[in-house]
């Protein structure tokens, strides 16, 4: 199993950008679909989830400002940013739980990819 992330990159404050993480390998359901992020020198944090049935959940600064999605054919998660802050900054990481058996799940984790936000 590989996830693939893409779509970071620097952009100024008031920006926007789009990633996109694709699941390879996969051969069950996916459960639950997310993007979390770590800043330096802090801790990986949640910043937005998609479970199966497309309920979502928001780290709370974020709400209103990011949007994930999923695309459950293609194995794909995506999380649309708009009115970026430079504290948003940091490397963010896609991540899936595989449906493994009877209420079991497998976690993959993506490589990571680094958004910058300049004041």
């Known amino acids: 199993v590989q996830l693939v992330e893409s779509g970071g990159g620097t952009v100024q404050a008031g920006g926007s950008l789009r990633l996109t993480c694709i699941g390879s390998?996969?051969?069950?359901?996916?459960?639950?679909m997310g993007w979390y992020r770590q800043a330096p020198g802090g801790q990986r944090e949640l910043v937005a989830a998609?479970?199966?049935?497309?309920?979502?959940t928001y780290e709370d600064s974020v709400k209103g400002r990011f949007t994930i999605s999923r695309d459950n054919a293609k194995k794909s998660v995506y999380l649309e940013m708009n009115s970026l802050k430079p504290e948003d900054t940091a490397v963010y990481y896609c991540k899936m739980d595989v449906l493994a058996g009877f209420r079991s799940t497998v976690t993959f984790w993506g490589q990571g990819t680094q958004v910058t936000v300049s004041s």
């Open positions: 998609v479970v199966s049935g497309g309920i979502t």
């Open positions: 390998g996969i051969s069950s359901s996916i459960m639950t």
